[in-house]
C-alpha cells in the first residue's frame, strides 16, 4: 500500500525521549502514515520499551550501533511513503507540522529536500540548523568571524524559505524519487556531515534543499552524546572524508593544516 510519509526514528540509549517523542503525534497522524523506530544497539531497554508501548510501529533491531547514516539506512530501505522524515529523538513536533512538511514538499516540484526552522529548548533559532558546503574559502570566513569578531557567519533567525546547500538531518524531509536517485547515506559518516553529503548529491541531481521557518520544531540536542571530545573526534573525521569524497588532494593537504591551527587558536 502506498503510504503519504514514513517517518523514520533513530533511538540510541534514548529510551524516555524517543517514548516522549512517539507521544507527541502517533496517535494523531493518518493511518497512511509509516512510523519506524530503528534501535541503533541502544543497552538501556529501548527497544524493548518501544515495542511494548508501541506494538503497531515498526522496530528495526540493529545488532550493533552502525551510527547516524547507517541507523537511519536501515529504516529507509523499509520506507513506503512518497516523503521520508528523518527524525532525531530528541525533536519537539506536532503530527500536523509533520503533515504539512510533507505535503509542502510534494507540493514543490523542484525541492528534493525540505527542513522546518530548528529552535534551542529556549525558543531560538538553532545554529549550525542550516549552511553552505565547507570549502577552504567557507571554512576561513567561518572560522575568521568565530575567533576575531565573535559572531556567526550566519542569521540564523531567518524570516522566509531560503535556498541552501544544506540542511540539518535532526528533521529533515525527503522526496523518496530524490532518494531513489541518489542512493542512501554514506554510512561512511559515522556522525555529522552525512546530512551535507546527501544534500549535495541531491543538488548534483539538480533538486532544491529548502530550509523553512514557516514550520519550527524544538530540538534539545545532544541527547545522545555522551562526550564532547568524542563527538568533535566524530566531527574531524567526518569532515575529511567529506573533503576526500568531494574536494581535490590540495583542498584535502590545506584543511588538515586549517584544522590543526584552529585547534591550536581555539585552546589559547
Known amino acids: 500500500m502506498n503510504r503519504i510519509a514514513t517517518l523514520v526514528i533513530l533511538n540510541y540509549n534514548t529510551r524516555d525521549l524517543t517514548l516522549k517523542c512517539l507521544s507527541q503525534f502517533v496517535s494523531d497522524l493518518d493511518t497512511n502514515w509509516q512510523v519506524i523506530v530503528v534501535d541503533n544497539a541502544s543497552t538501556d531497554g ?55 512538511l510533507s505535503q509542502t514538499l510534494m507540493a514543490n516540484a523542484d525541492v528534493g529536500i525540505l527542513s522546518p526552522q530548528l529552535l534551542t529548548a529556549q525558543g531560538r533559532p538553532q545554529a549550525f540548523a542550516y549552511g553552505q558546503d565547507p570549502s577552504v574559502s567557507y571554512l576561513l570566513k567561518r572560522g575568521w568571524n568565530a575567533l576575531i569578531w565573535h559572531k556567526p557567519l550566519h542569521d540564523w533567525n531567518i524570516q522566509k524559505p531560503i535556498v541552501t546547500d544544506w540542511v540539518s538531518g535532526a528533521c529533515l524531509c525527503a522526496k523518496k524519487i530524490a532518494i531513489d ?21 541531491m543538488r548534483q ?64
Open 205 to 268: 541531481k539538480d533538486w532544491k534543499i529548502v530550509y523553512d521557518p514557516h514550520y519550527q520544531v524544538t530540538h534539545l540536542g545532544g541527547a545522545s552524546e555522551q562526550h564532547r571530545g568524542k563527538a568533535n573526534q566524530f566531527y574531524y573525521q567526518s569532515l575529511l572524508h567529506f573533503y576526500k569524497k568531494h574536494y581535490s588532494g590540495l583542498q584535502y593537504f590545506l584543511l588538515k593544516w586549517l584544522l590543526v591551527a584552529y585547534q591550536v587558536l581555539n585552546k589559547s
Open 46 to 100: 529501548s527497544a524493548d520499551a518501544i515495542a511494548i508501548a508501541y506494538p503497531s510501529i515498526k522496530l528495526i533491531r540493529s545488532d550493533k550501533n552502525l551510527g547516524f547514516s547507517g541507523g537511519n539506512n536501515l529504516g529507509i530501505t523499509q520506507a513506503q511513503g512518497d516523503v521520508v522524515i528523518l527524525l532525531n529523538s530528541d525533536i519537539i513536533v506536532t503530527a500536523a507540522t509533520l503533515t504539512q
Open 181 to 201: 536517485q541518489v542512493g542512501l547515506m554514506d554510512d561512511q559518516f559515522f556522525l555529522y556531515f552525512e546530512d551535507n553529503d546527501w544534500c549535495l548529491r
